[in-house]
């Protein structure tokens, strides 16, 4: 095996060249041949990723600093797998879309997160980093609905601030060490705490969350596959990269899993509830950094990767209810399954991995984190951390399949999802089972050696009596656990209702002292050209001329500011 610091011989083309070049020629191909293609394009992606060793793949110097677009390593290539995997998933569910632009946002989208990981400095990190957020907008917006255009808005604003926070601390990063090789962070001070808030924002950690879940929900159908699967796991990447071990982490990722099954269970739209867990889910993988062992760090691999893949299968589900039905409240849904029995299905295999059932994918990835804090002796971490999975199984694996499967007929009679939407499940699906029941196929990809069995007897006895009496809690409670008609607040309150309030105000106020301000100001020089005027040019012309004297004034301030942005 070649090592991770070593040049590698030979032409290696990146994966995310090839998807990004390859998604240009989509607006040229039409209906089968562009179905085709797309399909092939994304198999040539995941070849690609697979295909590349570990080792230093491209390297060169640029304007005196060193950049490294092709760094190769397990940790990294373990993202990569993933992504590339999800690509082609993402790729079958929608091959029924007619969206050029959808699809060829989507593609860069991946390649972007693709080239996330596999940057070795910086400046490379940084270009593929604003890149996602530019392409992956447009996955909002292609809805096309007013909720979405201004859903997406505030995501582009959100990551925006991420993107400048991590240029600010880029640049103080290399003037305080001279490098700007991405690896872990060991200096201290406003560089290292700017580059992590900016990873921070793009990993939904609170306050800093309500972006997702403000977005995801207005996605296209087949844009929140992707959107689920990348933003929020390169952001656990470069946590894992740059910062394991950051004390801090450790409690924000518990605060995090808490608090999205906690809005997860208020939740009443679908796709909301399910991006409010994945801030619950991506909390494990947070806290996971933080804890910085070498179980700690493989089970945040490990889960990042699984949880790329059940959520899939959980959001396409949900897609696909929304697609067949055009319905999408907890409250508006019900006694489906009859009509769409191979959606609750697969959603269920889902739903069980990520719930953590034994001989599902989330219980050899999840318990390994936990079982890091337990053996780091944690008490508090690990507790927080057992009732955020008992919260997930009461929402995902019971709230949302119930209320929107089963129970209350709703009087809807949708056929089954497309052909296509299922093999795109069913692929994911497979895996979700494959490596619940063989999970050393995952574990061979992770960063460390694994010393870890899940399936011991204390395990599963242990998730076993977890999963039923949380069960029991909600058959006991039922009446009190349906969705109800209505939103409930977010940090996103902030932006949405006080923030507005705020600037109006700031606006009534501040706009009538600036008015008196210009008007005083414009009065005086009126005052002053007209008296000039009087004795050196044509009586009564520029008094009786009020346009003349608010050219004046402008022109005025324009130099004034001309003159001040030269000289500074």
């Not at 201004?150 to 601030?161: Q, T």
């Not at 796709?271 to 409010?276: F, K, N, P, T």
């Not at 050696?449 to 242990?462: F, K, S």
Request: aromatic share 14%.
């Amino acid at each position: 095996m070649t090592e991770p610091g070593a040049l590698v011989s030979g032409g290696w083309l990146h994966p995310s060249l090839l998807l990004i070049l390859g998604a240009l020629l989509i607006p040229l191909l039409r209906d089968r041949m562009q179905q085709g293609y797309r399909i092939l394009l994304s198999l040539a992606f995941l070849w690609a990723v697979w295909q590349t060793v570990p080792g230093i793949h491209a390297a060169f110097g640029f304007l005196g600093l060193d950049l490294v677009p092709g760094r190769a390593d397990k940790l990294s290539l373990v993202f990569a797998y993933v992504f590339a995997l999800i690509t082609v998933i993402g790729t079958i569910y929608s091959l029924h879309v007619k969206d050029n632009v959808q699809h060829v946002t989507a593609y860069i989208y991946a390649a972007a997160a693709v080239g996330v990981v596999f940057a070795g400095d910086l400046v490379t990190l940084y270009v593929f980093w604003e890149l996602m957020m530019l392409a992956s907008v447009w996955l909002i917006w292609r809805r096309r609905t007013p909720e979405s255009y201004a859903a997406g808005f505030r995501y582009l604003l959100v990551h925006a601030v991420s993107g400048v926070l991590l240029l600010a601390g880029i640049v103080l990063y290399y003037t305080q060490t001279g490098s700007i090789a991405f690896n872990q962070m060991d200096i201290t001070g406003p560089a290292f705490y700017l580059i992590l808030v900016g990873f921070m924002i793009n990993a939904a950690v609170p306050p800093l969350h309500a972006w997702l879940t403000d977005a995801y929900p207005e996605a296209t159908i087949t844009g929140a596959i992707f959107l689920s699967a990348f933003t929020t796991k390169t952001a656990v990447y470069v946590l894992l990269r740059g910062f394991p071990g950051t004390e801090l982490l450790v409690w924000l990722g518990a605060i995090m899993a808490l608090w999205g099954v906690v809005y997860a269970v208020l939740a009443n739209d679908i796709r909301r509830l399910l991006a409010y867990h994945i801030i619950s889910q991506v909390g494990y993988m947070v806290a996971g950094v933080g804890m910085g062992t070498a179980i700690a760090l493989n089970g945040t691999a490990s889960h990042a990767f699984t949880h790329i893949l059940y959520k899939a299968v959980l959001f396409m589900g949900a897609g696909a209810v929304i697609h067949m039905t055009g319905k999408s409240k907890l409250t508006e849904l019900g006694g489906i399954y009859r009509y769409m029995p191979m959606t609750f299905l697969l959603y269920m295999i889902g739903a069980f991995s990520i719930s953590a059932f034994p001989l599902f994918s989330g219980f050899v990835s999840k318990t390994m984190v936990v079982e890091a804090a337990a053996v780091d002796y944690r008490a508090w971490i690990w507790l927080m951390l057992t009732m955020a999975s008992a919260g997930t199984f009461l929402h995902t694996g019971l709230k949302l399949p119930y209320f929107t499967f089963m129970g209350k007929d709703s009087g809807l009679r949708p056929k089954e999802a497309p052909w296509n939407m299922l093999l795109a499940m069913g692929i994911a699906a497979f895996f979700c089972v494959f490596i619940g029941v063989y999970p050393n196929w995952l574990y061979n990809f992770l960063p460390s050696p694994v010393d870890y069995n899940a399936y011991t007897v204390g395990h599963v006895l242990w998730e076993l009596q977890l999963l039923l009496f949380t069960g029991l809690g909600f058959f006991l409670l039922l009446k009190y656990v349906g969705g109800d008609a209505k939103i409930s607040l977010d940090t996103d309150w902030i932006y949405r209702r006080a923030l507005p309030r705020i600037v109006g105000w700031v606006r009534r106020v501040g706009g009538a002292a600036w008015t008196g301000v210009v008007r005083t100001l414009q009065r005086s020089l009126e005052g002053a050209v007209v008296t000039l005027m009087r004795h050196h040019g044509p009586q009564g012309i520029l008094a009786r001329t009020w346009p003349t004297g608010s050219m004046v004034l402008w022109v005025a301030v324009i130099l004034a500011g001309s003159l001040l942005l030269y000289y500074l």
